[in-house]
């Protein structure tokens, strides 16, 4: 099993539509992240969790909302779509502590909003 | 607010060739991170910087970090079309209570052959 898996992978949706990415780890990591990566603009941080109970917003929070289900599960749901958030989303999960603490990136889920 | 700025944003370049890409940041940090993207794929992680002078070498690239003058390179060697991605600076933003990594806007490195 991958490290961090992403569903789902591609989605069309339409304008005003509710969806919902999620996310889940196997390495039992308590930081995890939602990015955005748009084209010429790398990618920017949209929310953030180091714990079940600990929910941060990033750079570009507005029209987004999280959930942290449990220490593998963090979800990013759009209550209700617009196309400029069509965008190739990354989740992401951290380990604690000292060392050189890398970032590892599940596969992305594109979303295209009509 | 951090802001990290990578140059060039796009790259072409012979096979064979020698070149850098530049990450420059604009608050003090001591970390960076260097990954790469293949089209549509995940980012990889390349090399880990964790201090003032570091350099990671692997096959072909090698990186460096000067935190003072907050700057961090990636140096390709001879070029070959298998490097043909997306290269991403990172930096560790240690602004707030909790530390985030700020990412540039990518090098899009294309060798020809």
């Known amino acids: 099993d991958a490290d961090v898996t992403q569903t789902p992978r591609n989605r069309i949706t339409k304008t005003g539509k509710r969806i919902m990415l999620e996310c889940s780890q196997t390495?039992?990591?308590?930081?995890m992240y939602w990015y955005r990566q748009d084209p010429g603009l790398g990618l920017q941080l949209i929310y953030y969790?180091?714990?079940?109970?600990?929910?941060n917003k990033g750079e570009i929070s507005d029209g987004y909302s999280v959930s942290r289900q449990a220490q593998a599960k963090f979800s990013l749901s759009l209550e209700s779509a617009i196309p400029n958030q069509t965008a190739l989303y990354f989740c992401a999960i951290r380990p604690t502590g000292t060392g050189a603490n890398v970032l590892t990136f599940g596969a992305g889920s594109r979303l295209t909003v009509l | 607010e951090l802001k990290v700025e990578q140059n060039p944003l796009f790259l072409s370049m012979q096979e064979g060739k020698n070149y850098t890409i530049y990450c420059n940041y604009s608050t003090t940090s001591d970390r960076l991170y260097w990954y790469r993207q293949d089209p549509g794929k995940s980012l990889e992680s390349l090399f880990v910087l964790l201090s003032n002078g570091a350099v990671k070498q692997e096959g072909r690239l090698m990186a460096s970090l000067d935190t003072k003058a907050r700057l961090s390179t990636l140096h390709i060697t001879a070029a070959v079309h298998d490097l043909s991605a997306t290269y991403f600076c990172a930096v560790e933003n240690y602004g707030g209570a909790t530390n985030k990594l700020i990412f540039g806007t990518g090098t899009l490195l294309a060798v020809q052959p």
């Open positions: 969790s180091f714990d079940v109970k600990d929910i």
């Open positions: 390495k039992g990591h308590d930081r």
